[in-house]
Every structure is written in C-alpha cells, then in structure tokens.
C-alpha cells in the first residue's frame, strides 16, 4: 500500500504533463473554433444595406460564386488590422464581399467606412446582432467562406493575418472559383 501512495503522485504528474504538452503541440490550433455551419447552407437572413436602406437577403449568397461574409464594426481594434488585408482580397481575388456590421450604429459604420475605405461589395448591418447570433457569432471580427451554392466552406474567428490569408483563406478559394 505504501507503494501506491509513493508512486500514485509520480503517475499523476506525468499524466498531467503528457496533456499539457499534448495542448500545447504546434500542429493544434488553439484558436481554431468549430463551426455547425460548415458544409450547411447559411442561415437566411434579411438585413438593410448600410448605403440603400434596401433589404438584402441571403439569396445574393447563392449565384454560384463564391463569396466572404465579414462581420465587423467601427468600434472594433482587430477589424481595423485585418481591414487592408480585406482590400487587397477583393482586389486581387476578384471576390466578392459582404460586410455585415454587427451590432454598430448605421452611422457609426459609415463613417468607419468612409474614413478606411470600404472593400465590400455589399455592406449590411445588424444593429440587434441577431444574424450574427444565428451564424454563431460571438465576437468580431468573424469571417466566413461561402461557396457559390450558399453551403459554409469555412469559418475564421478572429482578425485575417498575413499568414491564415496566404495559407487558409487564397488557397480554399481558389480552389473554390474552379
């Protein structure tokens, strides 16, 4: 019985130690969050345009291109670092944007926009949060890969860096676009 007691604190440990290591091992992503959504169509939504005030729905998600729904707002710090990154997206990608400000005055939003420039084709807004909320939202910036039959390829939490652009983002849409 000593044994036990002399050795249960050693096993223990190591135990401990082989999880902690295993949480911390490069190949994971700590910050990868799953989605429901992927492989699903998009929720339906019906938001006003920031510009129009029209109401948009979900359906200029499906017309057989591939698009990106970027959630945002002016009060977001991370928003504007990945904003640049959105420009030359849309530019050299040739893809199609949708910016969706989430839980941001319309106005506030505009002026953010016109400030730092607007790299989205389409920009929406949901003042109560609820389209964010049905897409699993819970903080921005979030950006989603949408094919071009309106099914999530992909979803990002966090801001877009250099690098999740250039190894995640380009090549799931390229190989989208063919």
């Not at 084709?121 to 890969?145: H, K, S």
Request: net charge neutral.
């Amino acid at each position: 019985m000593r044994r036990f007691f002399f050795f249960a604190p050693i096993v223990l440990f190591i135990v401990l130690l082989a999880a902690m290591l295993w949480g911390l091992n490069s190949e994971r992503d700590p910050g990868a969050l799953p989605s429901t959504l992927i492989g699903k169509p998009t929720p339906e939504f019906s938001l006003p345009d920031l510009h129009t005030e029209e109401t948009v729905g979900s359906s200029i998600l499906t017309d057989g291109k591939p698009k990106i729904v970027n959630f945002f707002a002016s009060w977001c710090i991370p928003c504007l670092a990945e904003h640049p990154l959105l420009f030359g997206l849309a530019k050299e990608q040739e893809i199609q944007i949708v910016g969706i400000a989430w839980k941001n005055k319309p106005d506030e939003a505009k002026a953010w926009l016109e400030k730092h420039g607007n790299p989205y084709r389409t920009t929406l807004y949901d003042l109560p949060g609820r389209t964010g909320i049905d897409w699993g939202v819970y903080g921005i910036p979030e950006t989603f890969i949408i094919d071009g039959k309106g099914k999530v390829a992909l979803r990002h939490a966090g801001p877009i860096t250099p690098d999740i652009l250039s190894k995640k983002l380009i090549p799931l849409l390229e190989g989208l676009q063919q």
